[in-house]
């Protein structure tokens, strides 16, 4: 089985990669289940439910998030009422929505997707260790084939996250940073693992925001706009293959598409 993972989408650059390539990758590579990050889709932070449709009609069967999930206000409807987007897993009790979901593929088999964010330099969450403990006995019921976005700025923590699941998830995968990582390995108990896969979107900027307004917030200190950049749009994502029978991962491989023009990033 083949599961594509792709970093978090930033803005309608993001979008329109997502909209070319996600259907031809799926074709190309033979792949059983696309995941997202989606948290910066709608304008550069949050998603919408049009958004959301949009990705599904391109091709993404789950969209994880990130603390910028609530953004939008339309988020929180989205997420009581679609168990394909989710949102962290350790928010606690009364959040909107949930931190996993399990999908089937079109051959039948079940696919268990946890989403968890981290607690090093973010918001102070419940602990995202023993909230994976939790969430992985109630999927473990269901099916052997375990995704887990870990949504973290320290790359510690999610290098942590992978060695405390392996042998326990099919995939360990880091977003948020927007900054893909280059250590893509299986860990020695069968848990494929990224520290992070890096963004989907505009790469001529700072981490999806035009550079010269993030420039002068540097170099002023003050607090300014910062709009999603347009320019050098990728695909970046990570392929697995999975054993459906262990969970097992098989082998593990970088992606990265790109978008031979630009688009323009005004509005949602």
Same mark, same amino acid.
């Given at each position: 089985m083949k599961i594509l993972l792709i970093g978090d989408i930033v803005g309608r650059p993001g979008r329109a990669i997502i909209e070319r390539e996600v259907m031809r990758l799926r074709d190309e590579l033979h792949i059983d289940a696309v995941? !997202?990050?989606? *948290?910066?889709?709608? &304008?550069g932070a949050g998603i919408t439910p049009p958004i959301a449709d949009e990705f599904f009609r391109a091709g993404v069967d789950v969209l994880t998030s990130g603390n910028h999930v609530w953004r939008k206000r339309e988020a929180f409807e989205l997420l009581k009422l679609d168990h394909r987007v989710i949102r962290p897993a350790n928010y606690p009790n009364g959040a909107p929505g949930t931190g996993s979901t399990i999908v089937e593929t079109l051959g039948g088999?079940? $696919? &268990?997707?946890?989403?968890?964010?981290?607690?090093?330099?973010? *918001?102070p969450l419940d602990c995202p260790?023993?909230? !994976?403990?939790?969430?992985?006995?109630?999927?473990?019921?269901? %099916?052997?084939? $375990?995704?887990?976005?870990?949504?973290?700025?320290?790359?510690?923590?999610?290098? !942590?996250?992978g060695w405390y699941l392996?042998?326990?998830?099919?995939?360990?995968?880091? %977003?948020?940073?927007? $900054?893909? %990582? !280059?250590?893509? /390995?299986?860990?020695?108990?069968g848990t494929a693992f990224l520290t992070d896969v890096g963004m989907t979107g505009p790469y001529d900027s700072?981490? &999806? /925001? /035009?550079?010269?307004?993030?420039l002068e917030r540097f170099l002023s200190s003050i607090p300014n706009k910062?709009?999603?950049a347009e320019g050098n749009i990728?695909? /970046? &994502?990570?392929? $697995? *293959?999975?054993?459906? %029978?262990t969970g097992k991962a098989l082998s593990i491989e970088r992606i990265t598409r790109t978008l031979d023009e630009p688009v323009r990033a005004t509005g949602d």
């Amino acid at each position: 089985m083949k599961i594509l993972l792709i970093g978090d989408i930033v803005g309608r650059p993001g979008r329109a990669i997502i909209e070319r390539e996600v259907m031809r990758l799926r074709d190309e590579l033979h792949i059983d289940a696309v995941i !997202a990050n989606c *948290e910066n889709a709608a &304008g550069g932070a949050g998603i919408t439910p049009p958004i959301a449709d949009e990705f599904f009609r391109a091709g993404v069967d789950v969209l994880t998030s990130g603390n910028h999930v609530w953004r939008k206000r339309e988020a929180f409807e989205l997420l009581k009422l679609d168990h394909r987007v989710i949102r962290p897993a350790n928010y606690p009790n009364g959040a909107p929505g949930t931190g996993s979901t399990i999908v089937e593929t079109l051959g039948g088999q079940k $696919i &268990g997707v946890l989403n968890l964010m981290g607690r090093v330099f973010m *918001e102070p969450l419940d602990c995202p260790f023993r909230t !994976a403990d939790r969430e992985l006995e109630r999927l473990k019921l269901v %099916t052997p084939i $375990i995704i887990v976005d870990m949504h973290a700025e320290a790359t510690s923590e999610k290098v !942590a996250m992978g060695w405390y699941l392996d042998g326990r998830v099919s995939c360990v995968f880091g %977003t948020h940073t927007h $900054i893909p %990582t !280059a250590d893509e /390995r299986i860990l020695p108990k069968g848990t494929a693992f990224l520290t992070d896969v890096g963004m989907t979107g505009p790469y001529d900027s700072v981490i &999806g /925001r /035009r550079v010269d307004q993030i420039l002068e917030r540097f170099l002023s200190s003050i607090p300014n706009k910062s709009d999603v950049a347009e320019g050098n749009i990728q695909l /970046r &994502g990570l392929l $697995i *293959e999975v054993n459906p %029978t262990t969970g097992k991962a098989l082998s593990i491989e970088r992606i990265t598409r790109t978008l031979d023009e630009p688009v323009r990033a005004t509005g949602d």
